[in-house]
């Protein structure tokens, strides 16, 4: 009866034992499978991060980058123009063709103002041309449009001294003046010019969709 009692208790705690071994495995299993996901989502959340975070680097260098060659673009281009304005001054030192130019000023503002009476400011050194101009000029417009028109240098409003040339045509009594000296002629180029001459200088930018 000893022995039935003692094989019976073995047995139990057998059972017992095997019971015990199959709970901690599963718990084991259980708690292996919550770190490892513990484990994967703070790698993902962390790659997420450093991937962010080198985004945000090369967008950074990016930008940096653009607005350099940007910038030198525009310093080129300044440049540009500015060496356009210092040969400007040197434009007036042909008499002749500086004559004839200033003639044809002379005649757009004369045919935009379509007046009976215009005035002409000039630089004070350029008078003695700019008087051969108003009369040539002042020829021309009688013959094509049909009609006598009365040009007078105004001298007592000259262009500035350290203008580069060119002349105003001032209409209305001196309400309306049209402006073609040479460095508002300048301007003019620099505005309508500059896409032209950027792309020239630089490429199509393949990121603009639209043109004027």
């Known amino acids: 009866m000893t022995a039935f009692i003692r094989q019976e208790a073995l047995e139990k705690a057998k059972e017992i034992e095997i019971k015990a071994d199959e709970e901690f495995a599963i718990e084991k299993?259980?708690?292996?499978r919550q770190e490892t996901s513990t484990i994967d989502s703070t790698y993902a959340k962390k790659n997420k991060q450093a991937s962010m975070s080198q985004q945000i680097t090369r967008s950074t260098l990016a930008n940096k980058t653009r607005i350099k060659v940007l910038s030198a673009r525009q310093e080129l281009l300044d440049e540009l123009f500015e060496k356009a304005k210092d040969k400007l001054a040197s434009y007036s030192e042909d008499k002749e063709k500086y004559e004839g130019m200033c003639k044809g000023l002379i005649l757009e503002g004369m045919y935009a103002l379509n007046e009976y009476k215009v005035g002409v400011r000039a630089r004070k050194a350029d008078y003695d041309v700019v008087k051969k101009a108003m009369e040539a000029a002042k020829k021309e417009y009688t013959e094509k449009v049909g009609k006598d028109i009365a040009v007078e240098l105004d001298e007592k409003n000259p262009q500035p001294d350290g203008s580069s040339g060119?002349?105003?045509?001032?209409?209305?009594?001196?309400?309306?003046?049209?402006?073609?000296?040479?460095?508002?002629?300048?301007?003019?180029?620099?505005?309508?010019?500059?896409?032209?001459?950027?792309?020239?200088?630089?490429?199509?930018?393949?990121?603009?969709?639209?043109?004027d």
């Open 29 to 32: 299993s259980k708690l292996v």
């Open 166 to 211: 060119g002349v105003s045509i001032v209409g209305t009594g001196g309400k309306i003046d049209i402006n073609n000296t040479l460095d508002e002629r300048l301007k003019l180029l620099e505005s309508d010019a500059l896409p032209m001459v950027r792309t020239t200088l630089f490429g199509k930018n393949e990121n603009r969709r639209f043109y």
